[in-house]
């Protein structure tokens, strides 16, 4: 299937600015565009504008001797500077954001969010006078979208109601590049193997080998899995020698962590740790399983080990699909049983 592009681009060394601003599984899922424009223009200069949060999930790919990939990653503030609009120092800290978006005049600008914030991002962004400025034309089912957002585009574009994040993703980028749509047998890539085989064990005190993550906890209530599962799973991998790990992000999610933990024997609730620490977390972890959440969306980018729980979400939206060391089980309003994810758990810790 081919995309056809409202202007037709001749140009091997575009420089493009991909505008994804968060959140940490979004991020993720826009990963493989990189690769993507790489393989095909390996001259182009990629910038990237991201929320200051998630700048560390752009720095594997940064550009360095022997590896091309972005070429520069423009932090964000937007949701700091929210809280501080009265500011001097926040005012001062846009309009350097502001030039540095502008010094360097843009072929090409992917934004792949839908949202007026990114869609803003891309009219402060210096563009040459025939650039291509690709967007959503439409929502995604359960997917956030401000249809405002493409006034200003000069290029929308229109892509399935139900479409996996990676493929929205490629949606837009071949649309802007002016190529055939990529389809899945060209699998997606998020991080080089080197980097992945060189993640530095983890050091967090209290951690024991071989440890199963459990990311328990997400946005909305109604994704989660049932407490009662989460304690019978972590009974079984205990017993065969686990140490389940309950990591939280805030103190409600810390009280569950630590509710779970004290029903499962040998149980660990770790000190909070960044995204930068959660990937020698995850590439230490003998297993993670997770809900529809951004951490358990990182282990899978990894290749690592991974279970995947919908509850209340649809499966096709950000299944990992790209591996067989993934199992995604459930869909939206049928989450999946104990006994399903056991069984999942112990074929992947014994394959």
């Excluded at 993720?28 to 390996?42: G, Q, T």
């Excluded at 649309?175 to 967090?204: G, K, Q, T």
């Excluded at 919908?310 to 309003?333: A, F, H, M």
Aim: charged fraction near 20%; include cysteine.
């Amino acid at each position: 299937m081919s995309i056809s592009s409202s202007s037709s681009l001749n140009l091997s060394r575009p420089k493009v600015l991909l505008v994804k601003l968060s959140s940490l599984g979004d991020v993720l899922h826009n990963l493989p565009i990189v690769w993507d424009l790489r393989a095909r223009l390996p001259d182009a200069q990629i910038d990237w504008v991201v929320e200051e949060g998630y700048v560390h999930l752009l720095e594997p790919l940064l550009t360095k001797p022997g590896f091309r990939g972005i070429d520069r990653i423009i932090p964000f503030g937007l949701r700091r500077w929210k809280k501080e609009l009265l500011n001097l120092c926040t005012w001062r800290e846009f309009f350097a954001f502001k030039s540095q978006l502008q010094e360097v005049s843009y072929d090409v600008v992917i934004e792949t969010q839908g949202l007026l914030k990114s869609a803003l991002v891309c009219a402060l962004t210096k563009k040459s006078s025939d650039a291509v400025v690709a967007g959503l034309a439409n929502a995604t089912q359960f997917s956030g979208y401000e249809p405002l957002a493409r006034l200003f585009y000069n290029q929308a574009v229109q892509v399935p109601a139900q479409c996996h994040a990676v493929d929205r993703s490629r949606w837009v980028t071949c649309s802007a590049m002016d190529w055939p749509l990529l389809s899945r047998s060209e699998v997606p890539h998020f991080y080089s193997p080197e980097f992945v085989s060189n993640i530095r064990a983890c050091s967090i005190l209290g951690l024991k080998n071989p440890y199963v993550l459990f990311f328990h906890s997400t946005a909305r209530a109604a994704k989660r899995w049932s407490n009662r599962d989460w304690v019978a799973l972590g009974k079984t991998l205990s017993n065969k020698g686990y140490q389940v790990v309950l990591p939280w992000g805030n103190e409600f999610e810390k009280e569950i962590s630590q509710e779970l933990a004290e029903q499962i024997p040998g149980a660990f609730v770790p000190p909070r740790f960044s995204i930068e620490e959660a990937f020698s977390v995850i590439s230490s972890a003998a297993l993670t399983v997770g809900v529809d959440t951004g951490l358990t969306h990182l282990a899978a980018v990894l290749g690592k080990p991974t279970i995947e729980i919908y509850c209340d979400s649809p499966l096709w939206k950000t299944e990992g699909y790209w591996s067989n060391r993934i199992v995604n089980l459930g869909d939206i309003q049928t989450p999946p049983s104990e006994d399903e994810v056991l069984a999942a758990a112990l074929n992947l810790l014994n394959s």
